[in-house]
């Protein structure tokens, strides 16, 4: 399906106990100068703060979709393309993010100009520094990269680092095997020839893996500069559970697209780069989750919290 002139949009904003920033993302998409039209769904992880209340306030034509438990993103995501099924295409939102009045329209630009899947805004934080977003494809290499030089060291060299640092990247519209999740637009083909999110990850590496398969069926993502989003990051840079499930969840998406020595090669190379910065109670957490040693730790709950993307690697 090809975008119109007038395209339809389904934003999907997936919440656990967000009430403190969701005012400011209905905000910034209530400001959208968009030719189109807007149709906003908030899928709701059961919270227990006001987070539905104050949707109702602020944005009352929003529909709202109780899950009535914490499903975890992909599974709130998928609940809110169900529910956008007469939209063009959809553009999945953590509600940390805020968008500028252009972002809209310079994605569904982007989108009807190369027909790509899957495009992406540049995020930046709070004082407008760019947000490093872009990843590279995971392989052992990469992997024992960052292990040995550092997320920042290795992401210089294509080859040895998933994570795009290098600014000039992050200049021109380009393509990206994966990107960061917390501003995402997919087309209603994508959705349609790709199909649901993997809910069996609940959070990270969930966005690297639709993201691969839309790639894997010819759909390119893409990367547009003039669209721009501030991210305020949540908790998950200080979150040892949250950390631990990130590690798991990169070996986990690993093994499902590699085999058993291609894997372990991998595993090592993480476990590695975990032990060596074991000094700090989130990588220490996430060495011991490697090793299937998580008895006694605290599970994540905040299925929305996509402040750590699944490649990063902290020096």
Not at 70 to 97: E, K, S, W
Not at 292 to 307: H, I, L, N, V, W
Request: aromatic share 6%; with cysteine.
């Amino acid at each position: 399906m090809s975008l119109g002139i007038e395209p339809r949009v389904g934003v999907i904003i997936v919440t656990w106990n967000s009430a403190a920033v969701l005012a400011g993302v209905l905000g910034s998409i209530r400001r959208s100068e968009l030719s189109g039209s807007v149709k906003v769904i908030v899928v709701d992880n059961a919270s227990s703060d006001a987070s539905t209340d104050l949707v109702r306030a602020v944005m009352p034509e929003a529909e709202i979709v109780q899950m009535g438990r914490n499903a975890g993103y992909a599974a709130g995501a998928n609940a809110g393309i169900d529910r956008a099924d007469d939209c063009d295409a959809v553009l999945l939102l953590n509600p940390d993010i805020r968008l500028e009045p252009t972002t809209i329209e310079e994605l569904l630009r982007e989108m009807r100009s190369t027909r790509a899947g899957i495009v992406v805004p540049r995020l930046v934080d709070e004082s407008g520094a760019l947000r490093s977003s872009l990843r590279r494809e995971p392989t052992a290499l990469r992997a024992w990269g960052e292990a040995l030089l550092g997320g920042d060291r290795a992401g210089r060299f294509p080859r040895l680092g998933e994570v795009e640092i290098r600014e000039r990247a992050y200049r021109s519209a380009g393509t990206a095997d994966w990107a960061t999740g917390a501003a995402m637009l997919i087309s209603r083909d994508c959705i349609e020839r790709v199909g649901r999110w993997d809910e069996t990850y609940f959070l990270y590496s969930e966005e690297t893996d639709f993201a691969l398969r839309a790639r894997d069926a010819g759909l390119a993502l893409r990367y547009v500069p003039t669209a721009v989003a501030v991210h305020f990051e949540g908790e998950s840079h200080d979150s040892p559970a949250l950390f631990a499930l990130l590690a798991r969840n990169r070996v986990k998406l690993f093994r499902s697209r590699h085999g058993v020595a291609h894997t372990a090669a991998f595993w090592m190379g993480v476990f590695v780069g975990e032990v060596l910065r074991a000094r700090r109670p989130t990588r220490r957490a996430a060495a011991w989750a490697l090793l299937g040693r998580t008895k006694g730790m605290a599970q994540p709950s905040r299925a929305e919290d996509r402040g750590l993307g699944t490649g990063d690697s902290v020096t």
